[in-house]
């Protein structure tokens, strides 16, 4: 089965640094979500791709998020100044039709 | 705004017997429904999923659900668990396919006793 896949699996970070988030979604697949859960909380929907802008984003997308399709391969998405709530897991999810296959997820740290 | 309930937060079932997750939604309108399952340190995996026609539907591994929208409730079953069921299992609601705009609920712990 096609994986998409995410690096890295875990990754640390100081308050206040920028952090990038990778993903390879899977080869001719046309959009690409990110979604976060908090420990102990819901997976809660962050934003979709398509066409190479964003199709949909929420609230919690603010503008210390962004995300960027950089090569026709890699999906990212970087948070600009971290802030100890940014403590998650992240993932990364991609689609060609009516199923989502998601990766496996990094757990980002904020110290 | 939707929303979905999973209201058992832990379920523990001996090997080999029925199983029934239960899921509760809230959405405006026709409902796309998931649900996904999490083993540790793997991504989310869909299991199953209704977008219409048939309200009982078949997923991998032996799971099915069943959509009624008179109770707005879309319940996971297994006739049979096996210790490998053993994982976090999560239901969503969208307002189309793919992964777009999921509303997730916060997940029920499968506990299989040997």
């Known amino acids: 089965e096609p994986e998409v896949t995410q690096t890295p699996s875990h990754q640390v970070t100081q308050m206040g640094q920028e952090v990038i988030l990778r993903c390879v979604p899977i080869s001719n697949h046309l959009y690409f979500y990110w979604y976060r859960q908090i420990l102990g909380q819901k997976v809660e929907f962050l934003v979709s791709?398509?066409?190479?802008?964003?199709?949909?984003k929420s609230e919690i997308f603010d503008d210390q998020f962004s995300v960027e399709r950089p090569d026709g391969s890699n999906f990212t998405l970087k948070i600009r100044s971290t802030k100890l709530e940014d403590s998650a897991m992240y993932f990364c999810a991609s689609s060609m039709g009516p199923r989502g296959f998601f990766g496996s997820g990094t757990q980002l740290s904020v110290l | 705004a939707q929303s979905v309930t999973q209201p058992d937060i832990h379920i523990t079932v001996s090997e080999g017997a029925s199983l029934e997750l239960r899921c509760n939604y809230s959405y405006g309108a026709t409902p796309y429904l998931f649900w996904y399952v999490q083993s540790p340190g793997q991504g989310l995996q869909l299991l199953l999923k209704y977008f219409s026609g048939d309200t009982l539907v078949q997923g991998i591994k032996g799971f099915e659900a069943e959509f009624k929208r008179s109770q707005s409730s879309f319940n996971l079953r297994k006739p049979s668990v096996h210790w490998s069921d053993a994982a976090e299992y999560f239901c969503?609601?969208?307002?189309?396919?793919?992964?777009?705009?999921?509303?997730f609920g916060k997940g029920t712990h499968l506990i299989i006793q040997p």
């Open positions: 969503a609601v969208g307002a189309g396919g793919g992964a777009d705009g999921l509303t």
């Open positions: 791709f398509y066409n190479n802008e964003i199709s949909e």
